[in-house]
């Protein structure tokens, strides 16, 4: 399944999903139905539909797929950095012995419970051990071409993030500059905490990571802000509120900074009287998405945009769709992010599901 047999399968692109627990595991008993109900039509049709026969083959592939999952679980950390073809030789082989298992024992019960004896046949269980092979291949295959397919976009879209930290706002850069410069004179205790944040910020955004923790994202906002307070002085007005412990959250790298960014540069300073910004984090409670983090932000938009909402959504749109690929990409499609502008503020929500483990 490799395309080059020295490839190694590290952690971050090991093509079999994790089955120890959640979506993974939901997904192969998913499968394992629908294979059961498959062998059914092949076997009776479905006009002498047989859910005795249905209820036999499905007990055997849902036991063979719950000790596949047991045995691919256990060997996820040894084979993590073992070439691709061995991962999948490995893995492949693991499935054909847990069908062999259970094949045996299934074949000793219905003999002990028909005849009274403890016996095997050989012939039976080779037949269950070939049928299982083919689906146990093509799972195998489809896992890892979904893999490859995940790592493709993720390439592409790290390509787009590496656009943007190239590109990371030079006007904001030079208005820093001449704010230094004017603050130097002024206060310079003041002028060095605001260059240590510009140089935190920069490092920041010009880091190699393509995810972080929400609680470094939302540092780097901070930090980005205060750089704009100086600039701006009373004309910004921010504030957050977070009910979420957001260390173990991870997130793509940039989701919210140049959110931020636009809200400020479009949002606020074109106001001669300036506006503000409130961040919310929290949690879905009692939804369908419940447990979901959800992050919104609010800024104050000049009077003179009403007339023009709908020219500055679509101005957005780019950077929008850009950041929903991001978060759909890293969260597997369990992100949403929506937009909209309300009696002159406008509102971003994202949305997602935080990954396991």
């Not at 997904?27 to 006009?47: C, E, Q």
């Not at 759909?328 to 929506?338: K, N, Q, V």
Request: proline share 3%; glycine share 6%; charged share 20%.
């Amino acid at each position: 399944m490799s395309d080059s047999g020295e490839k190694h399968a590290q952690k971050s692109d090991y093509f079999i999903p994790n089955l120890c627990h959640g979506q993974g595991l939901l997904g192969l008993f998913v499968m394992a139905a629908l294979l059961a109900l498959l062998l059914t039509l092949v076997h009776s049709g479905v006009a002498d539909f047989d859910f005795v026969w249905l209820g036999k083959a499905g007990l055997l592939i849902f036991w063979t797929a719950l000790l596949s999952a047991l045995m691919l679980c256990r060997v996820r950390d040894y084979l993590a950095n073992q070439p691709l073809s061995l991962v999948a030789l490995i893995n492949y082989l693991l499935v054909l012995l847990a069908a062999a298992l259970c094949a045996v024992v299934a074949d000793l019960w219905q003999h002990y419970s028909s005849l009274g004896v403890w016996r095997a046949n050989l012939f039976s269980i080779l037949n269950t051990v070939l049928i299982a092979a083919i689906p146990a291949g093509v799972i195998l295959r489809l896992y890892y071409l979904q893999q490859r397919l995940h790592q493709q976009r993720s390439a592409a879209l790290e390509a787009r993030l590496q656009s943007l930290q190239a590109k990371i706002r030079p006007h904001f850069l030079f208005n820093s500059m001449n704010s230094l410069a004017t603050l130097i004179r002024l206060d310079a205790d003041r002028a060095e905490k605001t260059v240590e944040n510009l140089s935190d910020l920069f490092r920041y955004a010009l880091q190699n990571r393509t995810d972080v923790s929400l609680h470094e994202e939302v540092e780097a906002c901070q930090r980005y802000l205060e750089i704009e307070k100086m600039r701006l002085g009373n004309r910004l007005e921010y504030s957050w509120d977070s009910s979420v412990d957001l260390k173990p959250i991870r997130v793509p790298a940039l989701i919210l900074q140049p959110l931020i960014e636009n809200a400020v540069f479009h949002g606020i300073q074109p106001c001669a009287r300036g506006g503000a910004l409130y961040l919310v984090i929290d949690r879905e409670k009692g939804t369908s998405r419940k447990g979901w983090v959800t992050i919104d932000l609010v800024n104050t938009l000049p009077e003179s945009l009403q007339a023009k909402s709908l020219s500055l959504t679509s101005g957005h749109k780019m950077a929008l769709d850009n950041l929903r690929s991001r978060l759909d990409t890293f969260f597997y499609g369990f992100a949403e992010l929506d937009e909209a502008i309300i009696y002159n503020h406008y509102h971003t929500r994202i949305r997602f599901k935080p990954l396991e483990g």
